[in-house]
């Protein structure tokens, strides 16, 4: 069956520390994956799709076929980074969701 | 651009009604997806449209259905509404192939009492 895991519902760090957000998937065939982040009071958006494999506001996700991750990591945290973080799969005209991670960047 | 828009913004409802629920897409973009949000299941696909034809269906009973006009705007109706029916719903629209952007309306909140 098609999943997408994020086993973290919750994570803190403080600022400036290093940052990563699981992402783990089950899926036959050649996976399309994105990071959708959710900011307070805002929609939910595109952060990045491993198709494009760009660096945005400083966030990368490399896929690893052998692992089957999609994990999103940034070397700094931003207290603007504070936010609810989702990982999806594209499948058959539809996105699977992740149960997404709450990021907290502490002062 | 102006961005996708949905209507209404709140809804309370009483068990065993109906409800339809509106998304106006970014013009130019045929694809239209309906997603349920709730903090128990999280995110989870209804259905998504593509020039006026259903590509897919979640695992949703039959009393969700929806549509798409030719203009792309897209309509999700619940039929004999349930206390478990209470969720953000929200809308997405792209431009329908795979793999692409999908961009969020602020979606309805539905309250059934």
């Known amino acids: 069956a098609q999943r997408v895991t994020q086993p973290e519902k919750l994570l803190s760090v403080f600022k400036g520390a290093p940052v990563e957000l699981k992402c783990n998937y089950s899926?036959?065939?050649?996976?399309?994956l994105f990071w959708y982040v959710q900011y307070s009071r805002q929609r939910l958006q595109l952060l990045l799709r491993?198709?494009?494999?760009?660096s945005i506001k400083g966030f990368t996700a490399d896929l690893n076929k052998g692992e089957t991750s999609f994990h999103l990591k940034k070397p700094f945290a931003q207290e603007e980074d504070s936010a609810m973080y989702y990982c999806?799969?594209?499948?058959?005209?539809?996105?699977?969701w992740g149960a997404g991670t709450k990021l907290i960047i502490k002062p | 651009k102006a961005g996708v828009t949905q209507t209404p913004r709140y809804l309370i409802k009483t068990r065993g009604q109906q409800v339809t629920l509106s998304c106006s897409p970014i013009?130019?973009?045929?694809?239209v997806s309906w997603y349920q949000q709730t903090p128990g299941q999280g995110l989870q696909f209804l259905f998504e449209?593509?020039?006026?034809?259903?590509?897919n269906k979640g695992n949703f009973p039959g009393r969700f259905s929806g549509r798409q006009f030719s203009n792309s705007r897209s309509e999700m109706n619940v039929s004999t509404l349930e206390l478990g029916d209470s969720a953000l719903y929200l809308c997405?629209?792209?431009?329908?192939?795979?793999?692409?952007?999908?961009?969020f309306g602020p979606g309805t909140r539905l309250t059934v009492l």
């Open positions: 997405a629209s792209s431009l329908g192939t795979g793999g692409v952007e999908q961009f």
């Open positions: 491993h198709i494009s494999r760009e």
């Open positions: 013009s130019g973009h045929r694809s």
């Open positions: 449209y593509f020039s006026e034809t259903q590509r």
């Open positions: 999806a799969l594209d499948s058959n005209y539809q996105l699977i």
């Open positions: 899926y036959s065939g050649s996976p399309e």
